[in-house]
């Protein structure tokens, strides 16, 4: 009788253990390299960025009552002064106060698996659907009690479609009037996705989708990327990893510039992050922050110092 042969699967096991430890490792490399870089920075960014290290947490892990599951996704409303999530299973909208209170729950129909909601102006929003890859204009007024996507303009986003791997975070550059989209993984990738009319988007888009690069490409060291958003005040991208549990600063020309790590100890912190999974600026520099399944952080600067416009 012919024995089994273990040896290919256990040498395919080895070599998915080796390259899951070479990749570990020069990530770590890499992010200590760049908060080594970052921290001698610190004369050169302090005031002028938001300056991460600067921020200390003042509502720390807050469940939010109303809540249960799956908080995904935040962004912030210049006009009405609240924030904005999104929740599957089922779909939902919720909006928040800057304390975390929760201010209604909107229904959401025609979307399976929301996960990124960023707002536009006035009474627009988009919204990522990770399900089907595609990007939905939503109008949410403040008596809006449910949300359809059926009609609405909407757009899809092919590359590299994975499930549940596909695009998990969108923010709206309101200066530069384009949409940042981040890939979680497999790989990570950052798009900036321009020529979008956010007045009228019924009458069709002229648009053009690129991949927006840090300067130095070992520079994207997370193990993945769950949310992102622009300050509008200096151009800045924050990149949000739930698995690295950090807080990335970014220069528009890809250089990074601060870190925040989600762990204990850290600007406050008296335990990790569990799961964050989305995160927002006010236009105060206050930072928010949301992890699953509906823990509620907001981190303030320690100084007075307000970074300068760009």
């Known amino acids: 009788m012919t024995r089994p042969s273990f040896r290919k699967p256990l040498l395919y096991a080895v070599v998915l253990a080796l390259g899951a430890l070479f990749v570990?490792?020069?990530?770590?490399?890499?992010?200590?390299?760049?908060?080594?870089?970052?921290?001698?920075?610190?004369?050169?960014?302090?005031?002028?960025?938001?300056?991460?290290?600067?921020?200390?947490?003042?509502?720390?892990?807050?469940?939010?009552?109303?809540?249960?599951?799956?908080?995904?996704?935040?962004?912030?409303?210049?006009?009405?002064?609240?924030?904005?999530?999104?929740?599957?299973?089922?779909?939902?909208?919720?909006?928040?106060?800057?304390?975390?209170?929760?201010?209604?729950?909107?229904?959401?129909?025609?979307?399976?698996?929301?996960?990124?909601?960023?707002?536009?102006?006035?009474?627009?929003?988009?919204?990522?659907?990770?399900?089907?890859?595609?990007?939905?204009?939503?109008?949410?007024?403040?008596?809006?009690?449910?949300?359809?996507?059926?009609?609405?303009?909407?757009?899809?986003?092919?590359?590299?479609?994975?499930?549940?791997?596909?695009?998990?975070?969108?923010?709206?550059?309101?200066?530069?009037?384009?949409?940042?989209?981040?890939r979680e993984k497999l790989p990570m990738r950052v798009l900036m996705v321009t020529g979008l009319d956010p007045s009228t988007p019924s009458s069709g888009f002229n648009i053009d989708i690129s991949e927006w690069k840090s300067s130095r490409a070992a520079s994207l060291f997370m193990s993945d990327l769950s949310s992102v958003t622009v300050h509008d005040e200096t151009g800045h991208l924050l990149l949000l990893s739930d698995e690295s549990a950090l807080i990335v600063e970014y220069a528009p020309d890809g250089r990074p510039v601060s870190m925040l790590p989600l762990w204990r100890g850290f600007n406050g912190l008296q335990r990790k992050v569990p799961q964050p999974e989305g995160v927002a600026v006010g236009p105060d520099g206050r930072l928010y922050l949301l992890s699953e399944p509906n823990l509620f952080y907001r981190f303030e600067r320690a100084s007075a110092t307000a970074p300068s416009p760009k």
Request: charged letters at 20%.
């Open 24 to 182: 570990w490792y020069f990530k770590v490399l890499a992010f200590g390299y760049y908060w080594l870089s970052t921290t001698l920075g610190a004369s050169q960014w302090a005031g002028t960025s938001l300056w991460l290290p600067g921020y200390q947490v003042a509502v720390e892990g807050m469940p939010i009552q109303g809540l249960t599951r799956n908080a995904s996704g935040l962004t912030f409303n210049t006009e009405t002064g609240t924030l904005f999530t999104v929740i599957n299973r089922p779909p939902q909208i919720a909006e928040l106060t800057t304390e975390g209170r929760l201010l209604r729950v909107v229904a959401l129909d025609g979307v399976k698996d929301p996960e990124g909601i960023t707002y536009v102006q006035g009474d627009s929003y988009v919204i990522s659907d990770e399900d089907s890859h595609r990007m939905y204009w939503v109008q949410i007024g403040r008596d809006t009690q449910r949300v359809s996507v059926a009609g609405r303009p909407s757009l899809g986003i092919g590359i590299d479609k994975l499930h549940n791997s596909s695009f998990e975070g969108i923010s709206w550059d309101g200066v530069h009037k384009r949409l940042y989209v981040v």
